[in-house]
């Protein structure tokens, strides 16, 4: 299925963001772009170059965790909040391919105040699932004070 045929729409970006998996200000990134389902999960339609390889025609798993944590960042900010991660459980069921169509979807499952917990799964062109995460978010806000300083105060468990 295309974009168009599922009914997504494009997420917007932040100008000149350098995020290494979104950002379109960032030379050696990603480039990722996310469309938001009408469901409020997002998916992301991509084809991840072979200079992010490890075993020669696959991703790197570290990139595979990448394009988890960057899905499952959007979907907490599909529902209006920036997090970051706090943590983040991969299952590497199968090598994703470089160079080849890939599918990544999201979603935010639960929010408690500032906690955000998500999932996400990378897939092929035949809809077998590749990857999975989940991962707990946490809300930041805008740093205040300049450099060094930090945004927030830590979260308890």
């Known amino acids: ?19 290494f998996g979104c950002g379109e200000a960032n030379p ?5 772009e996310f469309l938001l389902a009408q469901d409020h999960s997002v998916v992301c339609l991509a084809t991840v170059s ?10 790197h798993g570290g990139i595979v965790a ?15 909040f920036t997090a970051m991660t706090r943590h983040m459980e991969v299952d ?13 979807e999201g979603r935010a499952l ?18 077998t699932v590749l990857a999975k995460s989940k991962g707990l978010f946490i809300e930041v806000r805008p740093r205040q ?4 300083r930090p945004a927030d105060r830590p979260v308890e468990d």
Not at 5 to 19: D, F, I, S
Not at 50 to 59: A, H, M, N, Q, V
Not at 66 to 80: C, F, I, Q, W
Not at 92 to 104: H, T
Request: a positive charge; glycine letters at 14%; proline letters at 7%.
């Open 1 to 19: 299925m295309t974009a168009l045929q599922e009914n997504l729409t494009p997420m917007a970006h932040t100008a000149q963001n350098r995020c």
């Open 28 to 32: 050696t990134g990603l480039h990722l």
């Open 50 to 59: 072979d200079r992010f390889e490890g075993p020669p025609g696959y991703l």
């Open 66 to 80: 990448t394009l988890l944590d960057e899905t499952m960042s959007k979907a907490v900010r599909a529902k209006g």
């Open 92 to 104: 590497y069921l199968r090598p994703v391919p470089s160079g080849a169509p890939i599918r990544i």
């Open 110 to 127: 639960q929010s408690d105040g500032r906690k955000h917990w998500t999932e996400a799964r990378v897939l092929n062109g035949e809809g």
């Open 145 to 148: 004070g300049g450099v060094g």
